[in-house]
């Protein structure tokens, strides 16, 4: 493909974008394919010869495009959003061009330097502790990970690292695979499954704790948790909390984990992946109280705040528990300086290449401004405010827990069967999309904003079709009688995000 | 950002892409910038208004591409590839518009299953036996991991766990901690960095075993390992075989290492990370004789193959070895056949979400052809010889070890303090990029053959700038006097890649 070829087929895709995100409305936002059509569909080979960029447009839109699960739509209420703007889709095609890999400052020194000041940038404007910045006099830094995932599972490693050279110092003839053995990692039981992962992965007991009714890990049980296990021999090592957990959003009280964390020198990590973006608008902050207590804390940018996957932001008071825990070459002294300040970000993840991310980091808190991104979150809260005063205000449901940020649970009156078979449902039509999950032993359907393109009139048009399965449902004689009662709840098994939870 | 700005905005974007890369011989390879560069170009707050894109594209050229390493400049010769071409720029443009997360088959079909064709092409053009293939009838398949790193680590806790349900088979009384503590991991010291962090990371003793002169990793030596540490009561459970090494691209002989890791049954993981690639050409396959011992085999299709980072293709002969390890919710029995053949890939991986990265791997392969991919290599691989022939032909210099694949390693026959010299004054000029390595205890120059663009002219450019500098140094009287002695060492110090071999 050469300059001209690239120019041609590079304007195409964008106007094949625009058309997408312009026509969206008329897809489905979920597609209507079984599983394997695709491997059907394509040649068992890849081609000898080169195709024509126009053939390679075309099975995208024929072949691929019909297997697409729209993330984007207006009509996309799973999960939780993810990330993707037109700025952030710039940032991207710079990256790539670019095509660089930031092994170290010398491997391309714009690309440790923009991580740096975006991550200033954006530490700033979610009000975090100074001791947090990089800008800040201290060891303190913040750094692009993949995905919470992989922040959970750094802060896990470092912990153990941490822990490991801090019981050495007390006693220095322990043995480090004793040790590590007796060390417990604690969460509640309304965390996302990736955190239990990062148990897994990092061979640390992970014990969830029983959340109270709001779905908050409470001080007072994870302080009980610590003296049994202390009872037992056993070493408290690691605490993730959540603000904003994935099933119901509730938020744990840092200020409450974070005493009985420092107390016995246990790490805290803070998981805001979702709900961390809207501590860009000051009226948010006081669900973070008591962050100063954090070892660590991590946003995901790629899912509220319009930047594409994968751009996880992560903070740390001390860059050295990282640099200890995965640096495997010599330390040398005198690159403390710029160790801290212009750090070696290889160093603070696990694996060595790393793309130039915060390039869409950058364009996206350029092209939208600081004052745009709060416009973002406070639109999207206020279209669930609205959605959730829709469902209020029909009294065969029950909203539940309350709304919080872009979430609304709701459920039926008439009982988890027929909540579970409405959802079932809408999913059968495919023009909504939306997961469950439990709250206080009930079977409740979350409904999330995602799409930056929603409005209220989507809004409206999802409720209209949410109250016209319900007539269906609750008078019985004008069921459909082509709704299916098996295959899509063993579909709801597959995609409820809340599988952890009890 | 509306619709129509961003088509003028992509559309400069692409344009300066272009002209980037017709004009790319005119950039030195190497930025002329201090740290803190950036940090004092740009102001300290994110802006709180929207910026017009046309001021973010200007500050781009202005601010950030000067702090650039220009990796896919025809003058880059440092490291390894890293791949960059404008089907892959195509291939990712598509993934940031739909902007999906692949968390499960329903989250995306197409992001599942297009996954599963790519990695089935591209597994049969490198001529892997079919057992690792998603399309033979066993439980083999392809994933894409984000880097060769992060395959290391997935197949080392993968064997981890393989090994402790082996023992418990045997002896159901074991208890997990103390053979975990037990388990040992086995590769060469020329391997990269990151698979010994996979270690610290797994938390699994790793042995860094002599290598042969030739900086192979022989059976007799891993054999001799495994007997030694099981005289200790230790437990051999990971051996990862290096097919290219980072310093002088050596290969380790698959099948006599293969035959003792399956004898002891220890997972035998191939790091085929930069060469694996030449595999696509028949006449490379040699070098991967005895791969049928492997569990596991990784390439980096984002180094030598044009497919932008991140894109590591790792294929397992047995899932279910990932999915045991990986998975945090229940398998249910029902599902077996569709996990094996429609995967749930995030039980493949270590974070929950994942991007639609098969797209660039799929645009790459179909507009490039087979054949077109494997003429790539072929040319690159010539450039090489050619290289090595120009320097040959100089009786000041040693081309040593044997060129292999795009790197030609060389050393000036007057010492390694004149080499040394050489290749810092080289840096210092910054319109050629190297790294050292050490041969057999000998301080050598890594010359790589990264670019697309690389031509025969580039080549000769190279030499001649390298001829002119040997010629000043060589000649003492005209040293140019702006040498500088100590912080290019430094530097260099900071940038040899092949920091683990002794």
Redesign the interface.
């Known amino acids: ?1 050469d ?1 001209e ?3 041609e ?3 195409a ?6 058309d ?3 026509n969206i409305r008329n897809r489905n936002v ?2 209507s ?1 079984e ?5 059907k569909l ?1 040649p ?8 024509d ?1 126009k ?2 447009l075309n ?2 839109s024929e072949k ?9 739509s207006p009509h996309f209420h799973a ?1 939780y959003p ?9 940032g ?3 990256s ?6 930031g ?9 440790t ?2 991580e ?3 991550m ?3 530490g ?2 979610l009000g975090l502790p100074e001791v947090f910045l990089n ?1 800040s006099d201290g060891p303190g830094g913040g750094v692009i990970q ?5 922040a959970t ?1 750094v802060a896990l ?1 470092a912990a153990k690292d941490k822990m490991i050279r801090r019981l050495t110092q007390i006693n220095p003839s322990l043995d480090h ?1 004793t040790m ?2 007796k060390f417990v990692a604690y969460t509640s039981d309304q965390c ?3 955190v ?2 990062a148990g ?4 640390m007991k992970m014990r969830l704790l029983k959340s109270d009714p709001n779905g908050k890990l409470r001080g007072e049980t994870l302080k009980k948790a610590f003296e049994e296990d202390k009872a037992q021999g056993l070493i408290p090592c690691y605490v993730v909390a959540n603000l904003g957990t994935t099933g119901t959003c509730a938020f744990d009280p840092l200020y409450e984990l974070g005493p009985v964390c420092n107390e016995e020198n246990v790490w805290l990590h803070v998981d805001a992946a979702y709900a961390g973006a809207a501590f860009i608008c000051p009226e948010y902050r006081h669900l973070m109280k008591g962050v100063e207590y954090a070892d660590s804390f991590d946003v995901n940018v790629h899912k509220w705040l319009l930047v ?3 751009c996880s932001a992560m903070w740390v008071k001390d860059c050295y528990d990282l640099i200890y ?2 640096d ?2 010599r330390i040398y002294l005198d690159d403390v300086n ?1 160790t801290i ?2 750090p070696d970000y290889r160093h603070w993840q ?4 790393r ?1 130039f991310r915060s ?1 869409k980091l950058w ?1 996206v ?8 991104l709060r416009k973002h979150i406070r639109d999207q809260i206020s279209l669930a405010q609205y959605f959730a005063n829709l469902v209020s205000s029909d009294d065969r449901f029950i909203v539940e827990p309350e709304p919080a940020m872009g979430l609304v649970c709701f459920r039926l009156k008439d009982g988890d069967q027929n909540t579970k078979k409405l959802l079932q449902n809408l999913i059968e039509k495919k023009v909504l999309f939306m997961v469950a999950c439990t709250y206080r032993s009930r079977f409740v359907i979350r409904y999330v904003i995602t799409s930056r393109l929603t409005t209220k009139e989507d809004i409206e048009t999802s409720w209209s079709i949410i109250k016209d399965e319900t007539n269906l449902l609750i008078n019985p004689d004008k069921i459909n009688s082509n709704t299916k009662s098996i295959s899509a709840i063993d ?1 709801l098994n ?2 409820s995000i809340c ?2 939870s009890k």
């Open positions: 493909m300059s070829q690239f120019r087929c590079a304007k895709t964008i106007e094949m974008l625009i997408y995100y312009e979920l597609p394919v599983p394997g059509y695709l491997l394509l068992e080979n890849a081609p000898e010869e080169p195709e960029w053939t390679v099975d995208f691929i495009m019909p297997g697409v699960t729209h993330w984007n999960y993810t990330g993707c703007s037109y700025p952030s889709i710039i991207n095609i710079l790539d061009g670019l095509g660089i890999i092994l170290t400052w010398m491997a391309s020194p714009a690309c330097e923009l740096v000041v975006t200033n940038w954006f700033k404007l800008c993949g995905s919470a995932s992989e599972l490693l695979d590590k053995n996302n499954s990736s239990e992962k897994v992965l990092g061979s594409n996957f994968d825990a995965f495997v070459q710029t300040k212009i696990m694996p060595l290449g793309r390039l364009t808190m350029k092209m939208y401004g600081a004052d745009g579909h597959g995609i599988e952890k």
